[in-house]
């Protein structure tokens, strides 16, 4: 089965303005992508527009899908004012945001939701107010609407390329990393806007259109202010920014934040990273495809194919080896690069550039973030795979029984967390490689003292090859990594609670505080992922919302 589904790939505002066409059709093919059913609505195995009514909050009647042709497709004129393009354009932008995280050549495997339910639901039009948020307790990406004053007569968020991938890259990760939604770290949450923001980045670097049209303006140099680095230009400008949300491309170090609490500004540090890794790489693959001398221009849209398909690989295949509980950006940059160190052992140059870019915005050693391989008898021998990804009885024993081995405190309940086996796709010296991976992660519990002592989550994620032997060991412990961020959970927490966004007494408060053996248990900062940092008061589309 093949579907076309049409959607927008640039703000409308920012495509009249740098005179890009911005709607493109995403062809979903059961050959290529994870199988999925489609209804009317538009609906999926994995997907669901809930298109409620602002006046009166009924429910408005689902979206005819038309199988007649090779091609299925809903019903819908290419109109952006339209509200059922508005559904479909949403639809597509989730789906075919799925689609780049499951592909072979990044996590190779099918999400499941961090959500009790087989759906995430899509609200294009969730009410009146300058945000868009991603919410595990609804299941659902909620997408809303504001007057856009003289430029426009409404700004439907839905419509933004940008928003929706971003949004659906925290439903993403929060599959990926559910421990995340817990966090008290800031450098956990800006993680969470750093990869909404990668995510964005690289669906529309997906686009050969917007590759071509940015190339043509910019003639192939991607450095500076343009339109794969500037974040929602549209939605900035209407909240009352100079410019963008944010830009991805910046010299931000953790030293100079403005406010490290802000983890929406906080998550440049990391974009801003990923970004120059992008544009080396690019410029390294332009000046090879030129044959060594000056750029030539016609080989620039191949170049930058190539560089965004090794990005996507190279900064979210990792993703899947980051250690349960809090995170740090080093914690990242230590995954991503054992994932790298993994998928091609033999071209390090992404990962020893990568930790030479970060290393110094990070203020740690590049050698910090460096692959260092187990060695082959850190188990005792090969592990006995089939027990490990099948039996929990048999998962816990193993991490019992090698606590010392995985970074584990002694005398400390563990917890482990399903256990991944996966079949990924990489592209060495040799050509494609195929190759498998079993990924095992533990985390546990500690109280860390501070100005309120609080309870605090730390991980490890071991990976295993084919034949059961270790293949890499991410941990965030802190006596293994050298790094704590006690510092920054103090004044995290105490924002949380003089602000009231978190309390011990109010059961309404965005976050979830609750008093444990004495130690603070914090749970739901992910609640604070908005789109606007300050978004003042929704007008929901229903009442009961």
Same mark, same amino acid.
């Given at each position: 089965m093949k579907i076309r589904l049409p959607y927008m790939i640039q703000d409308q505002l920012t495509a009249d303005v740098k005179g890009l066409d911005p709607i493109q059709s995403f062809i979903w093919s059961s050959e290529t992508y994870q199988h999925e059913d489609f209804l009317d609505g =538009?609906?999926?195995? *994995?997907?669901?527009?809930? !298109?409620? !009514?602002? %006046?009166d909050g009924s429910l408005h009647a689902p979206i005819d899908l038309d199988r007649a042709g090779a091609e299925a497709a809903y019903v819908v004129n290419q109109d952006p004012s339209d509200r059922s393009f508005q559904s479909v354009s949403a639809f597509a932008t989730v789906l075919k945001t799925l689609n780049l995280y499951e592909s072979p050549d990044v996590l190779g495997r099918? #999400? *499941?939701? %961090?959500?009790?339910? =087989?759906?995430?639901?899509v609200v294009p039009r969730a009410g009146t107010w300058k945000n868009a948020y991603y919410e595990r307790g609804s299941h659902s990406l909620q997408f809303f609407s504001f007057p856009g004053g003289d430029r426009s007569s409404m700004i439907h968020t839905s419509l933004s390329h940008d928003i929706v991938?971003? +949004?659906?890259?925290? %439903?993403?990760?929060?599959? #990926?990393? =559910?421990?995340?939604?817990?966090?008290?770290t800031p450098q956990s949450l800006g993680l969470h806007e750093a990869i909404g923001d990668l995510t964005a980045l690289f669906g529309s670097l997906e686009s050969r259109v917007l590759r071509g049209q940015l190339l043509d303006q910019t003639d192939g140099d991607i450095r500076g202010i343009n339109a794969y680095t500037q974040v929602a230009e549209e939605f900035g400008m209407y909240t009352g920014r100079d410019g963008a949300l944010r830009s991805l491309w910046n010299d931000m170090t953790l030293a100079g934040a403005d406010d490290p609490n802000d983890f929406h500004d906080l998550s440049q540090v990391l974009t801003g990273a990923v970004y120059r890794l992008l544009v080396d790489y690019y410029d390294q693959e332009w000046l090879e495809l030129s044959g060594g001398g000056r750029p030539d221009f016609r080989k620039s849209g191949q170049a930058l194919w190539q560089a965004s398909q090794a990005m996507e690989r190279f900064s979210l295949r990792g993703l899947d080896y980051l250690p349960p509980g809090e995170i740090s950006f080093a914690d990242y940059g230590r995954a991503v690069i054992a994932a790298d160190a993994v998928s091609n052992p033999d071209y390090p140059w992404f990962r020893e550039r990568f930790a030479e870019i970060l290393a110094p915005r990070l203020d740690v050693p590049a050698s910090s973030l460096a692959f260092t391989e187990p060695p082959g008898d850190l188990f005792g021998g090969p592990v006995e795979l089939d027990g490990l990804r099948t039996s929990d009885w048999h998962a816990y024993h193993f991490a019992e029984n090698h606590r010392r081995e995985l970074h584990v405190p002694d005398a400390v309940p563990i917890q482990v967390e399903p256990r991944l086996a996966v079949t990924k796709?990489?592209? *060495? @010296? &040799?050509? *494609?490689?195929?190759?498998?991976?079993?990924?095992?992660?533990? @985390?546990?519990?500690?109280i860390e003292r501070g100005t309120r002592d609080r309870w605090v989550r730390f991980g490890t994620t071991a990976v295993f090859d084919e034949s059961g032997n270790p293949a890499?060991?991410?941990? @965030?412990?802190?006596?293994?990594? &050298?790094?704590?961020?006690? %510092? +920054?959970r103090d004044a995290f927490v105490e924002l949380l609670l003089d602000r009231d966004l978190a309390s011990t007494t109010d059961p309404t408060a965005d976050v979830d505080a609750t008093l444990d053996r004495g130690a603070l248990r914090i749970a739901g900062t992910g609640h604070r992922l908005h789109a606007n940092q300050a978004p003042g008061a929704p007008v929901p589309a229903r009442e009961d919302r």
């Open positions: =538009p609906v999926c195995s *994995r997907v669901a527009i809930l !298109d409620f !009514d602002e %006046a099918r #999400i *499941r939701w %961090a959500f009790d339910g =087989p759906q995430l639901l991938s971003h +949004e659906a890259g925290h %439903a993403i990760l929060d599959a #990926i990393a =559910p421990h995340l939604y817990d966090c008290m796709r990489a592209f *060495r @010296s &040799g050509g *494609r490689a195929d190759y498998h991976e079993t990924v095992l992660k533990v @985390s546990w519990e500690e890499a060991l991410v941990t @965030s412990n802190p006596a293994v990594t &050298g790094e704590t961020h006690a %510092a +920054e």
